[in-house]
């Protein structure tokens, strides 16, 4: 039966170029974030060797942890076409909750710590019921909580900056192996951990399945409730995570810990390619994005921008990025 | 039979829309390839072919949205060069969409004038807009102070063509407009675009439907395969076979199921007691291998059984007993516990709750039935693979491969996908609902094939249809609801076309 639409046989060799070169302009659109990274790699480096520098590197790769962490977390609300804004401050809230509970109760950090993400993540939970259940918008129903959990880290810090933290606590933010900060492995794990689980198990199939089309979902037998609830449950384990990194890293917490990190953590997996209307992106994606602000930032340092002009120029190459990528999804699929 | 279009015949000045040696090519695909047409003034021009013929793509150069890779159109016998869908609108040509674009919380007034709504001052000539909008609507039984969103489906396309019309239409091109529609819908929407053609206005009427095309054209074109495969100026000397054979390129063999009587079988499925919104059905048995087709006027309860079983709309009371000795339980209350418990459903609107589009074939083919190809939370690829692909072949899907996202398949293949869906789910009961709708008449009868072969290894089925054709094809008892319950069944040879239609008012 061959009664579908015909497909041009390419006969004219120029139709064969033609479409060569088109693929070869989509490839490159379609890894615009790892070419502009390596490009932005290079003029830094040209800028200032020492950004090639091991020490350099080492640093990107721990200030990119946090927000790695936080960008997963934020990539996962948005495959379900969910959002969650409350992730940064989720972050901040958590880790002085898990920081008071060994300051302030007497327990040991390690159980302090546990509590701090326990929190974090019944606060994801939350957000997760009064989205499905409650059927709150997501976008204003974080923007609240995250108003809320902001107000609650300065209401509990009383607008000081913890700084009693114990030496357990802080260790995994400063330790090294053979000169090699450890924390960046934290992400590493995260990272396959998340990408396995969206990738190689029924539940990730649901999610992308859920962000794609949740009517259909629900009658092709998938608890579109469930796994929005379970997505915002681990959107807030990770936050909880990375609040206890940064405040280990920082070996302080300051009464606005984590809110810095709002935009660069909903930027950097958009970047990525995690679509905002849900079902597509992954988490490979999102270390792209990740490296690439994390470079920007850092890279902008380095090269000793006038502070003043930091903030503009890191927007303009963000804004770049973004916009070829507009260019790509429009022209390429 | 065939009577090539030849635009020679008459004076030029008959026809208001000519296109010449007209062709689309995307990527390296041909959509469209040299086709030429002329429509005459004050006819409807039907248009017909399969799902992927071109169709689409034609009426998408004519009205603009899209821009011909070669060949030109003449509009009143003025070649066209460069024009959008404005200047096709200036010129007086208006695509009418299948879904019909109206704004829910406005009024039927200020929808029809969307866009060129009277002003004085730079305010909104309130007064005017009301007057023109009821001159305009006289005669239709839309009243314009209604809200849009509170028409029924006949006065939504009614409204998007008398738009059309309002805003200087001469040309309209209505794609699909019967689907959804009842046969009295159907019939009101024709007997109104008669009018309107007395009037002056020209037509260009997409449809799958042979007898539609034979009923309110004066002419008809048949694509395939992106060419133009045959046409009429004289619809009335065809006969609907050779509409079909014109659309397919070859003799179609309409399926027929041979009906069984069921009747002293030991049903596999016992409904009982079933009350939900709208729908009272005290009693109703399903026999192993039965195909039970469902009708009747929308809201009279077919379809709301359909969903109250598959858990999709909650019902007050209601219990369901399978025959293998398992206890009576109550109705399912989601779909997913009516896939755990054998109940499979095929909706019928496949772009709402059908297909997930941007995910690949078998992706969608074993989204129902992902636990059976995991262990323990993980996918197992071969497993998963082996799964989609044997639905994928089953289908008969129409792809390069089942990696191919569902978005780019055609309507007739995308509902293939959803079947393969749900079939790969091993139902004891299927409920399908409208299968065929929107789809053409080749997949549609591979479709009810699929349907057949199922129900020999014992699968009872329920097709809901509206499509009394469909349900003289396919099954071997009608149940007909009237007022949310079953008023009648119908079973081996009283199942015939005209005892169905019959029972729509008429």
């Not at chain 1, 070169?21 to 615009?32: E, P």
């Not at chain 1, 934290?186 to 962000?211: D, K, P, Q, W």
């Not at chain 2, 010129?91 to 009277?118: K, R």
């Not at chain 2, 790969?424 to 399908?432: C, K, N, S």
């Amino acid at each position: 039966m061959s009664r579908t639409m015909t497909v041009a046989a390419k006969t004219p060799s120029q139709a064969g170029a033609k479409a060569g070169s088109r693929s070869a302009l989509g490839w490159v659109l379609h890894n615009v974030v790892w070419i502009w990274l390596i490009a932005l790699v290079v003029i830094f480096g040209l800028f200032n060797q020492f950004f090639f520098t091991v020490n350099n590197m080492q640093n990107i790769m721990v200030q990119a942890t946090v927000l790695g962490m936080l960008g997963l977390a934020v990539a996962l609300p948005l495959l379900v076409a969910e959002i969650d804004l409350s992730l940064p401050a989720n972050l901040g809230f958590s880790s002085a909750i898990g920081a008071m509970a060994y300051s302030d109760w007497g327990l040991p950090w390690f159980p302090g710590m546990l509590i701090g993400v326990g929190v974090a993540t019944f606060i994801g939970f939350f957000n997760g019921l009064c989205i499905t259940k409650l059927k709150m918008v997501s976008l204003i129903q974080t923007l609240s909580m995250m108003i809320i959990l902001q107000g609650a880290l300065l209401a509990l810090t009383q607008g000081r900056t913890i700084t009693n933290l114990s030496d357990g606590y802080v260790w995994i933010g400063q330790a090294t192996i053979g000169g090699w900060p450890i924390m960046p492995f934290i992400f590493v794990v995260a990272l396959v951990g998340v990408g396995i689980l969206l990738t190689r198990t029924v539940f990730g199939r649901r999610v992308y399945a859920v962000g794609g089309n949740p009517v259909a979902s629900n009658s092709a037998g998938i608890r579109v409730d469930s796994v929005k609830i379970m997505i915002y449950t681990l959107a807030g384990f990770l936050a909880g995570i990375a609040g206890f990194l940064l405040a280990s890293w920082q070996m302080a917490i300051t009464s606005n810990q984590g809110s810095s990190y709002l935009l660069y953590a909903i930027a950097a997996p958009i970047i990525g390619g995690v679509s905002v209307f849900g079902g597509r992106g992954n988490v490979i994606g999102v270390l792209g994005g990740v490296l690439l602000l994390t470079v920007i930032q850092v890279g902008l340092a380095i090269i000793s921008v006038p502070s003043f002009y930091v903030g503009m120029i890191g927007g303009f190459m963000i804004f770049v990025a973004v916009a070829i990528d507009a260019i790509r999804v429009r022209y390429f699929s | 039979m065939t009577v090539p279009m030849t635009a020679g015949s008459q004076a030029a000045g008959d026809y208001v829309l000519k296109v010449e040696k007209l062709g689309k090519v995307y990527g390296g695909a041909i959509a469209l390839r040299d086709v030429s047409l002329a429509i005459r003034r004050g006819t409807i021009h039907g248009l017909l072919g399969e799902n992927g013929a071109g169709k689409s793509t034609l009426v998408g150069l004519i009205s603009g949205q899209r821009q011909p890779s070669s060949g030109t159109i003449y509009l009143n016998d003025v070649p066209l060069a460069h024009s959008d869908v404005q200047k096709m609108e200036e010129a007086g040509v208006f695509l009418v969409t299948q879904e019909p674009m109206i704004i829910d919380h406005l009024s039927a007034a200020e929808n029809l004038m969307l866009g060129i709504w009277p002003r004085r001052f730079g305010f909104v000539n309130w007064r005017k807009l009301r007057a023109d909008a009821a001159r305009m609507l006289a005669g239709t039984g839309i009243d314009g102070a209604m809200r849009a969103g509170a028409l029924d489906a006949v006065a939504r396309r009614k409204l998007n063509i008398l738009r059309a019309m309002f805003s200087g239409g001469k040309v309209i091109i209505l794609d699909e407009p019967t689907a959804a529609l009842t046969v009295e819908d159907r019939k009101q929407l024709f007997d109104f675009m008669r009018r309107l053609k007395a009037d002056g206005v020209t037509f260009i009427f997409i449809s799958h439907y042979n007898d539609e095309i034979l009923d309110i054209c004066d002419a008809v074109s048949v694509l395939r395969d992106g060419a133009l495969a045959g046409g009429s100026e004289d619809v009335g000397s065809l006969t609907s076979a050779q509409l079909s054979e014109l659309v397919l390129g070859r003799g179609l063999v309409l399926f027929q199921r041979e009906r069984r009587s069921f009747a002293t079988d030991t049903p596999a499925v016992e409904l009982r007691d079933i009350v939900g919104p709208s729908v009272r059905v005290p009693a109703l048995d399903l026999r192993p291998g039965e195909v039970v087709g469902f009708t009747g006027l929308p809201g009279a309860g077919a379809k709301e059984l359909a969903r109250c079983i598959f858990g999709l709309t909650p019902v007050e009371s209601g219990t369901i007993r399978f025959a293998d000795g398992s206890a009576t339980q109550d109705l399912p209350t989601s779909p997913r516990d009516a896939f755990a418990s054998g109940i499979a459903f095929l909706s019928d609107d496949r772009r709402r709750d059908g297909a997930i589009g941007q995910m690949s074939i078998g992706a969608n083919i074993s989204l129902s039935s992902l636990t059976s190809v995991a262990r323990s939370g993980f996918l197992s690829k071969e497993a998963e693979l082996a799964l989609s692909q044997r639905y994928f072949d089953a289908m008969g899907i129409k792809a390069p491969s089942a990696e191919v996202a569902v978005d780019t398949l055609s309507g007739g293949n995308q509902q293939k996908v959803c079947l393969g869906r749900v079939l790969a789910t091993e139902p004891r009961v299927l409920i399908l609902d409208e299968p065929t709708r929107g789809i053409d008449v080749g997949v549609k009868q591979d479709v009810l094939r699929i349907v057949d072969e199922l129900s020999r290894t014992g699968v009872a089925v329920i097709i809901v249809s509206t499509d009394t054709d469909e349900i003289t094809r396919a099954v071997d008892r009608v149940c007909i609801f009237e007022n949310g319950t079953i008023a009648r069944e119908l079973t081996g040879s009283e199942i015939t076309n005209d005892r169905l239609r019959g029972l729509e008012p008429s």
